[in-house]
């Protein structure tokens, strides 16, 4: 490598790294904001339990104000509190998947550095089932 030229598979490698770097980051900044959502959610539930059953509620559509129901409210909150949960765990065993992918990515990285060359095509790389 003394020339300053990266070799492609070197290359490749690399590329495939930055490609899962930024998965990576997607995910994460994707479970930021519904966790975010979530926790503004249940603050809301939390005002809402609070209020008279006979109170008027409203609720946000876009740009107005609807008048609604306490119970309407709450169950829409409910649902949109473990929606966003469930999408949350979805991201987290992604957010996991990808770090043990980075990983072995890296690993395999340094083992190519360190014998100057492609590792020979293994049988998980092309399966031919």
């Given at each position: 490598m003394s020339s300053g030229q990266m070799p492609p598979w070197?290359?490749?490698?690399?590329?495939?790294?930055?490609?899962s770097q930024q998965n990576l980051q997607s995910i994460m900044t994707q479970k930021q904001?519904?966790?975010?959502?979530?926790?503004?959610?249940?603050?809301?539930?939390?005002?809402?339990k609070k209020i008279a059953d006979g109170d008027a509620v409203f609720k946000q559509a876009g740009t107005v104000l609807i008048k609604s129901n306490k119970q309407e409210l709450l169950d829409e909150l409910e649902e949109r509190?473990?929606?966003?949960?469930?999408r949350v765990t979805v991201l987290q065993k992604q957010e996991a998947r990808l770090k043990?992918?980075?990983?072995?990515q890296e690993t395999k990285i340094t083992e190519m550095m360190k014998s100057g060359s492609a590792p020979p095509s293994t049988a998980e790389d092309n399966p031919r089932k």
């Open positions: 070197l290359q490749e490698q690399l590329m495939k790294l930055q490609q904001h519904l966790e975010m959502e979530k926790a503004e959610t249940e603050k809301a539930l939390e005002e809402l509190s473990e929606l966003a949960k469930t043990e992918t980075l990983k072995e």
